[in-house]
């Protein structure tokens, strides 16, 4: 079996280009693009929500499509939305530790 050519990811590196033109000024997220999903380009924000938040509104993605969900026990929040755009599916991925966790577990919360 041979691996794809590169042109069967050519709309999310299109969407791409366009968003290094239209949102130069956005927050740089995480980027993702697979022969798996190839005509889904994400993009994720690590450390706060504010990058998610930046890249929702420009994307003019409803707050309300937003899902929300737990990692980690409950240490880290996530937030996820899609929309289309430019011929590819836009994911957009945020995560965030709780508000007052370090992120560090107790020896005691180790062992169970």
Known sequence: MSAPALS??????????????????????????????????ELSFHGDFAGFEAWRDALQILPSSVSYHEHSGGRTRVLTAETDYGGARVHLIGFAQMPGGDGARSRQEAGR
Not at 10 to 26: C, G, I, M, Q, T
Not at 29 to 38: C, D, K, M, R, W
Request: a neutral charge.
């Open 8 to 41: 069967a990811l050519s709309a999310p590196l299109l969407v791409l280009r366009l968003f290094s033109a239209e949102f130069a000024h956005l927050p740089a997220p995480a980027l993702g693009v697979s022969t798996i999903f190839p005509d889904r380009l």
